[in-house]
C-alpha cells in the first residue's frame, strides 16, 4: 500500500472533519499496478497554515477551498504554481463564477468542486484527480530511466568506437616514428591490423544501426517463402573462408524446407550463429548446423568444438555490448552486439534461442521459430 | 636507459595497445610482459615483477584496472609498483568514488591513444624520481 499526502484547507472544521472522514478509507487501485494507494490526510484552516505544511512536509494533492480568512485558495494556487511544486489541486467553491474557474484553472487547479457536494462526487473527483497524479509521476520516471539507459548505451558505444580509433592512431604514429627501422615492409602487419579494426569499427556501425531500426520497429520487413536449404548453402559461404583459413571444417543437415520470414531476418540468425561458432572455435574444429521441424515450427541448431563458455558467462551473453573477455578470447574482435541483435530478430517471430556450453569443449545455439514453415 | 633494463608490465584488454606499446618500448630497450585482464595481470605479476605498470581501466569490467590498482596498494603479497592509467575513458568522473588507496600508486594517468614520446617520456619520469 501506498500513500498520498493529501492536504485538505478549508476554514470549517466540521467540513474537513467529513471530508477526511469520507476519504480515510478511500483507496485508489490502478489495475496493472502492485500496489494500491491511500491517503494521509493533513488539515489546515487557513491559506497560512497551509503553505506552512506544504513548506515543511511537502504534499502530493490537495482539497481547498476558494473562500478562506486571510489569503484565498487561488492565492494559495498561484504560490504552489509558482514554486512549481507538484501539487494536483482540487478547489472547493460555493460561489460559481466563471472568473474564480479560469482563475483557478489557470493556476493549475485539476478540478472544480461545487458546494454543496455530496460524498460520492467527492469521491469521484479525488479519485480522478489522484489516478491522474500517479500515471503522470510513473511517465516521469519512466521517462528519467529511459534517458539513463540511453546515456549508458551511448556511453558503452562511445567507448567501444574509440577503441579502434586509438588502435588505428597507435600505429599510426607507431609508422610516423619509424619505431621499428626505415623498411616499410615490417609495418605491414600494423597496417594489417589497422585495416582490420576499422573494418570491426564499420561492423559497429551498421550492428548499431539494425539493432535500433529492429527496436523502433522502423526496420521495413517483406515476410515472403524461401527454400531454407538455398539460404543456408549461401550463409555458409559467406563464413567458408574465415572457417578454411583456421581449418574449421562446417557440416549442415538441413531438409529442404519451404519457410515464410523476412528474408534480411534469417540472414541475420544465420550469419550470427555461423560467425560466433567460426570465431570462438579451436583451430581445427567442427560446426555442425542442423534443422528440425516440429510441427509448423523450425528449429536451427548451430554446435561447434570451440572455446565454450562457462554457466556465468552464458548467463550474460544476449546483452548488449557483452563480449566474454577472458584469456582465450582476447585475440578475438567483436562489438558485442551480434547475439543481442540476433535475440531481438527472434522475438520478432515470438521464436526463442537457447544456449548450452561448456568451458573448453564448445557451445551449442538452439533457436525456435514458431509457424514459419509452409 | 640505465645499464640493467627496467621492466615494463602492460596490462590491457586491446591486442592492438598491447602490440603497439610493446614495439614502442622495446625499441627503446625495456623488458616488457603482458596480461589481457586485471585477473591475468595478478597471476603474473609475481613472476614478472615488473618496475612499473601501464594499466587499461575497462577490461573483464568496467573497472577491472582501478581494482587492480587496489589491490596492488592494499595486498601484501602484491609488490607495490607505480602505476600509469591508460584509458580512452578520460577522467571519468565516477572513478573518483574509488577508494582512495586504489589511487596510492597511480603515478600519472594518460589519454588513450599516446604517442610514443608521452608513453617513453612518462615511463622515464617515474623511474628515474
Known amino acids: ?374 | 636507459m640505465t645499464t640493467t633494463a627496467k621492466k615494463v608490465f602492460l596490462v590491457d584488454d586491446d591486442i592492438d595497445i598491447i602490440t603497439q606499446n610493446r614495439m614502442v618500448l622495446e625499441a627503446k630497450g625495456y623488458v616488457v610482459a603482458d596480461a589481457a585482464s586485471a585477473k591475468e595481470a595478478e597471476e603474473k605479476i609475481g613472476d614478472f615483477a615488473p618496475d612499473i605498470i601501464i594499466l587499461d581501466v575497462m577490461m573483464e569490467h568496467p573497472k577491472a584496472g582501478l581494482e587492480f590498482a587496489g589491490k596492488i596498494a592494499t595486498e601484501e603479497d602484491l609488490p607495490k609498483i607505480p602505476i600509469i592509467l591508460l584509458t580512452s575513458d578520460g577522467l571519468n568522473p565516477s572513478w573518483l568514488a574509488s577508494p582512495n588507496f586504489t589511487w596510492a600508486r597511480i603515478s600519472k594517468v594518460l589519454d588513450k591513444p599516446v604517442t610514443p614520446e608521452k608513453l617513453t617520456e612518462a615511463i622515464e619520469k617515474i623511474l628515474n624520481k
Open chain 1, 1 to 374: 500500500m501506498k500513500n498520498i499526502r493529501l492536504l485538505i484547507v478549508d476554514d470549517d472544521p466540521r467540513m474537513r472533519e467529513s471530508c477526511s472522514m469520507l476519504l480515510e478509507s478511500l483507496q485508489i487501485r490502478l489495475p496493472w499496478l502492485e500496489d494500491d494507494y491511500q491517503f494521509r490526510i493533513t488539515e489546515a484552516g487557513t491559506a497560512e497554515e497551509a503553505q506552512t505544511v506544504i513548506d515543511n512536509d511537502g504534499a502530493d494533492m490537495m482539497l481547498l477551498d476558494q473562500l478562506l480568512p486571510g489569503l484565498q485558495g487561488t492565492d494559495l494556487l498561484e504560490y504552489v504554481s509558482s514554486q512549481e511544486m507538484d501539487i494536483q489541486t482540487i478547489m472547493i467553491t460555493g460561489n460559481a463564477s466563471l472568473d474564480t474557474a479560469v482563475n483557478a484553472t489557470r493556476n493549475g487547479a485539476a478540478e472544480i468542486l461545487l458546494k454543496p457536494f455530496t460524498p460520492d462526487e467527492l469521491r469521484t473527483s479525488i479519485t480522478k484527480t489522484a489516478k491522474y497524479q500517479i500515471l503522470q509521476r510513473i511517465v516521469a520516471k519512466l521517462d528519467e530511466e529511459r534517458k539513463k539507459t540511453r546515456f549508458e548505451f551511448i556511453r558503452v558505444l562511445s567507448h567501444e568506437l574509440k577503441s579502434p580509433l586509438a588502435a588505428v592512431t597507435g600505429y599510426l604514429n607507431i609508422m610516423k616514428n619509424k619505431t621499428i627501422g626505415n623498411d616499410l615492409n615490417t609495418y605491414i602487419p600494423s597496417i594489417d591490423r589497422s585495416i582490420l579494426r576499422l573494418d570491426g569499427m564499420k561492423r559497429l556501425i551498421s550492428d548499431m544501426l539494425d539493432l535500433t531500426r529492429i527496436e523502433s520497429g522502423i526496420k521495413a520487413r517483406t515476410i515472403e517463402e524461401y527454400s531454407l536449404t538455398e539460404i543456408v548453402s549461401e550463409m555458409v559461404e559467406g563464413v567458408r573462408q574465415q572457417a578454411e583459413e583456421r581449418k574449421i571444417k562446417i557440416y549442415t543437415e538441413i531438409p529442404d524446407f519451404k519457410i515464410t520470414v523476412d528474408r534480411v531476418d534469417i540472414e541475420i540468425i544465420l550469419t550470427n550463429l555461423l560467425t560466433n561458432a567460426v570465431k570462438y572455435n579451436n583451430e581445427g574444429g567442427e560446426i555442425r548446423l542442423t534443422a528440425h521441424s516440429i510441427g509448423k515450427a523450425l528449429k536451427i541448431q548451430c554446435k561447434d568444438t570451440g572455446i565454450g563458455m562457462t554457466e556465468e558467462e552464458t548467463d550474460r551473453l544476449f546483452k548488449e555490448f557483452t563480449r566474454i573477455r577472458n584469456e582465450k578470447t582476447k585475440n578475438i574482435l567483436g562489438n558485442g552486439l551480434g547475439l543481442s541483435i540476433l535475440k531481438k530478430v527472434i522475438t520478432l517471430y515470438n521464436g526463442e534461442v537457447n544456449v548450452e556450453s561448456k568451458f573448453g569443449e564448445g557451445t551449442e545455439f538452439t533457436v525456435i521459430l514458431p509457424g514459419i514453415i509452409t
